[in-house]
């Protein structure tokens, strides 16, 4: 169960820039904007790498950006380095639940 | 100092049950809508269950609705999770999680095994 729907994996070599997508409705993604972005390494704690669609967290790559077009949220990565290489997850808040849920998750690989 | 500590992990057979909890320290914790994910041997992350901010709002994810119970004591500052019915799949690192705007606070997590 997966209520936003992300690409299963993206690909780039270094110094490319990518985007990762993150599909909703409504009533989650195109009708808030309180779209946020994590990247996760496995067997650490995630981080907060993008908030509210496109504010970077105090100490986050000006690499990462974030976007919305209707109700469709991107993240883009440019200059891409070998250390970007992770999971990356969107989350939004629903007036469904009124809460917040979470993408299904892309796998980034820096070739 | 940011802390959240999950507790209350480890070894259970199918069917069983198991409580998790969650102590926040170094935050308003009552400000914030709090969560559970978890990630599962070689998946990615699960969102598994989330409470509102004064505790009268509550999401589960399909694959553990009516199994599990997200509570919160804010007087404790502890958020737990009660898990029943316990299946194989079931089986994963759960993190405890706050966040709101640009704050985001996760714990390090704790191990779920469900097995025979």
């Known amino acids: 169960q997966s209520a936003l729907t992300q690409p299963a994996s993206v690909s780039g070599s270094p110094g490319q820039s990518i985007t990762i997508s993150c599909s909703g409705t409504?009533?989650?993604?195109?009708?808030?904007?309180?779209v946020s972005w994590y990247q996760h390494h496995p067997g650490k704690a995630p981080k907060l790498i993008i908030f509210?669609?496109?504010n970077r967290p105090s100490g986050v790559s000006i690499r990462f950006s974030g976007s919305k077009s209707g109700n469709t949220a991107s993240l883009t990565i440019s200059g891409l380095q070998v250390e970007d290489e992770a999971d990356y997850y969107c989350t939004s808040y629903t007036s469904k639940t009124t809460l917040e849920i979470f993408g299904g998750g892309t796998k980034l690989t820096v070739l | 100092e940011v802390q959240l500590v999950e507790s209350g992990g480890g070894l259970v057979q199918p069917g069983g049950s198991l409580r998790l909890s969650c102590s926040a320290s170094?935050?308003?914790?009552?400000?914030?809508?709090l969560h559970w994910v978890r990630q599962a041997p070689g998946r990615g992350l699960e969102y598994v269950s989330a409470?509102?901010?004064?505790?009268?709002?509550?999401y589960y994810a399909d694959s553990v609705r009516g199994r599990f119970t997200i509570s919160r004591d804010d007087s404790g500052n502890t958020l737990y999770l009660q898990m029943s019915s316990l299946r194989g799949e079931d089986t994963a690192v759960y993190f405890c999680?706050?966040?709101?705007?640009?704050?985001?606070?996760w714990g390090q997590g704790t191990l779920v095994t469900v097995s025979s």
């Open positions: 409504s009533s989650d993604v195109g009708g808030y904007n309180y």
């Open positions: 509210d669609v496109s």
């Open positions: 170094g935050f308003t914790f009552s400000n914030y809508a």
């Open positions: 409470i509102s901010r004064n505790g009268d709002r509550t």
């Open positions: 999680a706050a966040w709101h705007s640009s704050s985001s606070f």
